[in-house]
């Protein structure tokens, strides 16, 4: 309830987990990102649901360069990134300091970068918030050294590591994963970035070697990916409140 909610330390860390509706693959549904996510986000919860606050999933991305396929879902890139200062300033004027955007899809990288940076230059004057963004397969962890078997060093699409996933929490939604060709995930013109629809690089919807998943692999992504995100909200709540660096408050 809202009186809830008004009684709650404005210290509290608030997490806001944004998602994606889009295609992927011939194998996986539409609401891979969401569903991932979410797992994720509910595993998080049972450990840290006494120390921080965590809103509803946003399942509407950034996914634009996905429109070649029917069933993505998107929202423009600047009406998405309005969509996320609004949600972020909403917590802001209800008194709340420290705000995660935890993110679920790579289209949403930039524009959730950004809205952050925005939010913080309307808010200049201040310096008692913490205003930060990650993607919650960007915390850290290299899954891959920790647990033999893996073919990709990184996330793909519809791969090897979202079909893991997906056949540990929902093999009834995963297909035919094992007929799925390996697409490489190549960064044309490194180092420079670029622009690209998912067409350019992949003609069944998928990057990287979905054939290679298995439900053992994905309870262990699972796992490795909500510890990283249990130690982000934990860096989030020992914050002294003003410091640019975490550990200012120990250095004093």
Excluded at 65 to 88: A, E, I, K, W
């Amino acid at each position: 309830t809202w009186p809830h909610v008004e009684r709650l330390s404005k210290e509290t860390p608030v997490i806001i987990p944004i998602a994606a509706l889009e295609q992927h693959g011939h194998h996986l549904p539409l609401f891979t990102d969401s569903i991932l996510l979410g797992e994720i986000v509910q595993r998080v919860h049972k450990a840290m649901s006494d120390r921080a606050l965590f809103a509803p999933l946003m399942w509407l991305g950034n996914s634009h360069h996905h429109m070649d396929f029917n069933g993505t879902l998107s929202c423009q890139p600047r009406c998405y990134l309005d969509l996320l200062n609004g949600l972020v300033d909403n917590f802001i004027v209800h008194g709340f300091k420290r705000i995660f955007l935890l993110n679920g899809h790579g289209g949403n990288d930039i524009p959730g970068k950004q809205s952050m940076f925005e939010i913080r230059q309307e808010y200049r004057s201040r310096n008692d918030l913490l205003l930060l963004f990650s993607t919650y397969w960007s915390l850290g962890c290299q899954p891959y050294i920790s647990f033999p078997g893996f073919v990709q060093q990184e996330m793909g699409h519809a791969c090897e590591w979202e079909t893991s996933m997906l056949l540990r929490i929902a093999p009834q939604l995963v297909g035919d994963y094992q007929a799925a060709g390996p697409v490489e995930p190549g960064n044309a013109f490194r180092p420079a970035t670029r622009a690209w629809i998912t067409k350019d690089r992949s003609q069944p919807g998928h990057i990287g070697w979905p054939q290679h998943a298995s439900a053992e692999k994905g309870e262990h992504l699972l796992n490795e990916f909500s510890k990283d995100v249990t130690k982000m909200i934990q860096r989030i709540i020992e914050w002294d409140g003003t410091g640019w660096d975490e550990g200012e408050a120990k250095k004093r």
